[in-house]
T-cell receptor, first 110, second 113 residues
Framework: DQQVKQNSPSLSVQEGRISILNCDYT??????FLWYKKYPAEGPTFLIS?????DKNEDGRFTVFLNKSAKHLSLHIVPSQPGDSAVYFC?????????FGKGTSLLVTP | NAGVMQNPRHLVRRRGQEARLRCSPV?????VYWYRQLPEEGLKFMVY????????ESGMPKERFSAEFPKEGPSILRIQQVVRGDSAAYFC???????????FGSGTRLTVV
């Protein structure tokens, strides 16, 4: 039962452009959402988070938007850089632990 | 190094053998989580532990898998009688409390041959 869904397995964006990664969830009880970034052969690292009482959180080039009515959140990276190429996981707070999506592999091309 | 330490990084086991995966949390973190990533899959929650207690093991297979986080020493994920389907990357994360501020380790890649 996948409660957090990332329907795009991969995304390719040109350097300097905006990257938009999407995430949908099914459980309306989720109240905290996070994005993690993962490079090959490494563990996920925390990127940015948002509480359900907000609809936007910004940190430098990264912005997360939350649409509670649609149960949808998105991560915007602008401008995208080649070093942003990684797998991005969306996560939502469950009762005891985080629930992760399957990830979106972002490739930023020069 | 203040990060989560997992060892070994790579582990190869023959079918039927036991696999023991170790996780030392960030110093001062008392909450440990184990996740499994199968090929082409996301991170699947397995178990949540605090010192000497299993808080939630709802993601653990009912047989062959066990986890502990003793008062002293690392957390251990133990897989008995491994099968090919156990081949995956196993990630450990820790947090100072249950506030979702996870720090992940680099994972143990288990290959069952």
């Amino acid at each position: 039962d996948q409660q957090v869904k990332q329907n795009s397995p991969s995304l390719s964006v040109q350097e300097g452009r905006i990257s938009i990664l999407n995430c949908d969830y099914t459980n309306s009880m989720f109240d905290y959402f996070l994005w993690y970034k993962k490079y090959p052969a490494e563990g996920p690292t925390f990127l940015i988070s948002i509480s359900s009482i907000k609809d936007k959180n910004e940190d430098g080039r990264f912005t997360v938007f939350l649409n509670k009515s649609a149960k949808h959140l998105s991560l915007h990276i602008v401008p995208s850089q080649p070093g942003d190429s990684a797998v991005y996981f969306c996560a939502a707070s469950g009762e005891r632990a985080l629930n992760f999506g399957k990830g979106t592999s972002l490739l930023v091309t020069p | 190094n203040a990060g989560v330490m997992q060892n070994p990084r790579h582990l190869v086991r023959r079918r039927g053998q036991e696999a023991r995966l170790r996780c030392s949390p960030v110093k001062g973190h008392s909450h440990v989580y184990w996740y499994r990533q199968l090929p082409e899959e996301g991170l699947k929650f397995m178990v949540y532990l605090q010192k000497e207690n299993i808080i939630d093991e709802s993601g653990m297979p009912k047989e062959r898998f066990s986890a502990e986080f003793p008062k002293e020493g690392p957390s251990i994920l133990r897989i008995q009688q491994v099968v090919r389907g156990d081949s995956a990357a196993y990630f450990c994360a820790s947090s100072p409390d249950n506030n979702y501020g996870y720090t992940f380790g680099s994972g143990t890649r288990l290959t069952v041959v």
